[in-house]
């Protein structure tokens, strides 16, 4: 009898959770990675530097273990038949792996749980994307915090209490000991590789310790660049949370957004495409397709817009002040429905992760967590001012900026503000 590690955002062998927890027992690990054909028959360009770059991890763990004598096994398809397979080629015992909260992986989990306990095989999930999960962190009545600030405050509290440590210690013996099972190709599970370049993983103690200084200045190499290994699991949050909590409060307070948005979707899964406050569902978008097109290509006349679309396009990956510029760009002055913001984010960012998209754009919108946001409407001459004076990252962007080349604005800023806050007033009046 064996058992299996099912590896899915966690993409890494040191200090993972379910992992720790599989080897310790006595049975022989199998790991398993699955190419899951539900998420990724969705994705419409072939060329994603996130598939690729998941081929890669499971490269490089599947040549780690062959150097312990052992293999990862790698399926393409959807969760539930290959488990079907699984169970004609092997004899399982249990399933070990560790808690996904987005609504598709719950989903999915709950199928595999249930065909699994059909079989006699028990299926055990450990906690390991956060340090806090979903319940873990909740007010005084025993509910979930709707606002970011008494959640912070109370994740902090618990973080100095508890004393979280990476697991470093792993029965490697207890692999299953095999011959390298064969990989599949990029191009065999449909996909084609992409010259973007993938930020690396190694925490840059210098920059995080300067954070709160330069994070706001997006011609600055002042943040870290982690989104991508925090989604894949190709760094440990419990590693980085404690770097933070030495280096830099504020860096810290960023991980804690990440967690307070993945417990907002945790428990209101009905935010990915409704307003978390649903009189914001009242709005009449404009939803201008021209006016979207100008945006996502980053020819809205708006110079520091223009820089973020095209910096997102040619990188797959935009600074956060900018997101938050270009979001208030198409939700207020063009009046476009957050939701295709964010889709078009969600095809894009390297670093996309469901539940800190969706709350970013509901922030953006103002239909999210946020007390009274509907009246701020930034203004992107004033944010350029303060956050790009010399223009420094506008000409690495859009260099014909200042040419009879560069079109006019799309909407004139004093029009564009008046109309979207009639419009979110008349909206919420009803
Ligand atoms: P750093 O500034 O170095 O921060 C470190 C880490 O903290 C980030 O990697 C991220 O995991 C977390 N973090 C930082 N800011 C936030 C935040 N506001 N909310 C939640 N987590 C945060 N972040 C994503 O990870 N995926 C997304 O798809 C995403 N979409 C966004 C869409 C909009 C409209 C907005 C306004 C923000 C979005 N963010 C998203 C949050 C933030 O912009 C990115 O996390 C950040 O820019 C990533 O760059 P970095 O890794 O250098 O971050």
Known sequence: KITIFW????????????LYYALQQEENVLPLFIFDSNILDKLEDKKDARVQFIHEQITSIHD????????????????????????KEYSISSVYTNRDYEPYAKERDQEVEK???????????????????????????????????????????????????????????????????????????????????????????DLISEYDKTRNFPAKDGTSRLGIHLRFGTISIRKLALDAAKLNDTYLNELIWREFYMTILAYNPQVVDK??????????????????????????????????????????????????????????????DWRWGEAYFA?????????????????AAGTGTDAQPYFRVFNPESQT???????????????????????????????ARQRALDTYKKALDQ
């Not at 590896?7 to 379910?18: A, I, K, M, V």
């Open 115 to 205: 065909f699994l306990k059909e079989k006699d095989i028990e299926f055990y999930t450990f906690k390991d994307q956060m340090i806090f999960e979903p319940g873990e962190v909740l007010n005084g009545s025993g509910e979930f915090y709707k606002v970011f600030t008494p959640y912070s405050k109370v994740w902090l509290e618990e973080f100095k209490k508890q004393k979280i440590e990476p697991l470093s210690y792993f029965h490697w013996k207890n692999l299953y000991e095999t011959k390298p099972f064969s990989l599949p190709s990029l191009e065999d599970i449909g996909f084609e590789k992409t010259d973007i370049p993938i930020p690396s993983n190694t925490v840059d103690k």
């Open 275 to 336: 307003a978390f406050k649903p009189a914001y569902d009242q709005i009449p978008w404009r939803n201008n397709e021209e006016e979207f097109k100008a945006w996502c290509e980053g020819k809205t006349g708006y110079p520091i817009v223009d820089a973020g679309m095209r910096e997102l396009n040619q990188t797959g990956y935009m600074h956060n002040r900018v997101r938050m510029i270009v979001a208030s760009f198409l939700t207020k002055h063009l009046l476009i």
């Open 347 to 363: 095809a894009k960012l390297l670093d996309y992760e469901l539940a800190s998209n969706n709350g970013g754009w509901q922030w």
């Open 7 to 18: 590896f899915r955002r966690d993409l890494r062998l040191e200090d993972n959770t379910g």
């Open 385 to 415: 001012e303060k956050f790009d004076k010399d223009l420094k990252y506008i000409k690495e962007w859009v260099p014909e900026f200042g040419t009879d080349k560069y079109p006019n604005p799309i909407v004139d800023h004093k029009f």
């Open 64 to 87: 780690e273990l062959k150097d312990k004598g052992s293999s990862i096994l790698v399926k393409h398809g959807k969760p539930l038949e290959v488990y079907q397979e699984l169970c």
